[in-house]
């Protein structure tokens, strides 16, 4: 807890940042209403910013109660949190394995590693760490179910899996998870009874149906949420598998060289060739060797299928949310952290050789990635810092251009955010959104002809974009021809953005 707190602590001094904030929070008019009946419904039957997570509304809504636009008491929620599901996951582990030094290992590895800041550091992302934390909280139930089985334990344990699911739908693979951990650490396939005639595997499997039921109607749920917000049309599926593929490598990558971590990583159409056959090669033989030790190295195993079961959601592969992101990382590390924790000192069998290697070693690895952390965390003080990082270490990265320029916009910086809107468009030329926001840049700018060009070629490239119609019709009336001004309002309104036409009517321009 106190490395933790070492470790992410500076994020208590953050800002907002323009990416999910605005939205989730900020300008979030539901959350901004308290806790009250219609809240409540609106929690659990909308699917506003493609999501269905009603405990994290209902969480997000309490802390509007308590913090209003206050942005460190989001990121200290987010940081206790995560705290919170550290211990449940040490207590898990110690409980089910009797192991303290390697359990602390890997509960230190995975709380203090740089890849955990983009769920703990962004506000929006409460979502990642309440629903590790329920998740956490169901395994731990799970092992004191597993060792003295009784119905109100089961019951717990469901309804903190539900929970967790209603956070968010990443841990939809939690009961594939409870039959690996049947096997170890829990040594379940050889302890559990069979005198009603009923083998072990077809007791355990039946005990988990209940919660395979409910992942496939939070998978459902996610699905409906995302339905018209899906990836790109781009990605086919061959495209998504090779995604897949290399998000996993990447991602172990950066688990052994966590550098050059962004908030948004730029879809990639094409990989090279070797990186393509390189990452099939490399996770086969992983595979094949965890297969291989299955029964030798039972923790290998599962560690390494914990990994790959749990990124299968957000692999890409079902083509839902980003092709890849830090916190996807979040539950699936966990695995690579048991494979460390129980793989390492497993070859060497002289225990006064594991102290004196292993324990100094372990303090130098945990101190260097907690240095790691407290500077990634540095990158999240603001969006400029923050989108100014990402730029630095990733290539044709239109988003973060398109943010940062937001946020110059913001502090009324309309030239640099011009540039990096400019930057984003060149990326991207098809990027409507830049279009227009350096349309709005222009016009604050006084520069009323490029502030058209810009509104214009958001509205050829987008033809029912209502908001450029909009921008536009302010430039006219700014400039005072009130006909072209009614137009694009009409049209905006044409389009659901009705905002400008009642008061021109009420004014007289527009009949």
Known sequence: MVSSLAAF????????????????????????????????????TNKYATMWMPVTWISLTLNWSI??????????VNLFL???AVIFLFLFLFKATHKLWPSAFAVAFFALHPLRVESVAWATEIKDVLSMFFGMACLYVYSCYAEKPNPSRYVICFILFALAL??????????????????WPLGRYQLFSTNDGLNTNT???LEKVPFFILSILSAMLTIWAQYENTMPHYLTFPLRVINAVVSCTSYLKKTFLPIDLAIYY???????????LGSFLLLIVITVFAVYYFKKMPFLSVGWFWYLGTLVPVSGLIPVGAPMADHYTYLPSIGIAMMLAWGIPAP???KNIRKIILFPTAIVVLFIIMILTWQQCSYWKNSISLFSHALQVTKNNYLAFTNRGDAYHAIGNYQQAVDDYSEAVRIKPDYVGAYNNKGNAFLNLGQYQRAIEDYSQAILLKPDYALAYNNRGIVYFVLGDHKQFCRDIQQACHFRECRLLAAAKKEGYCQ
């Open 203 to 205: 007791k355990l499997l």
């Open 82 to 84: 995560h705290i919170g």
């Open 67 to 76: 913090f209003g636009a206050n942005p460190s008491g989001y990121h200290m």
């Open 348 to 350: 060497i069998k002289n």
């Open 166 to 183: 209603m956070s968010k739908s990443m841990l939809i693979s939690l009961p594939l998870l409870m039959l690996l951990l049947d096997y």
């Open 9 to 44: 602590g500076r994020i208590i001094g953050n800002d907002f940042i323009n990416m999910d904030d605005s939205l989730y929070i900020i300008e979030n008019n539901h959350i901004k209403s308290g806790i009250h009946p219609e809240s409540l419904k609106w929690a659990f």
């Open 266 to 276: 730029p879809f990639i159409s094409s990989f090279p060739l070797w990186q393509i």
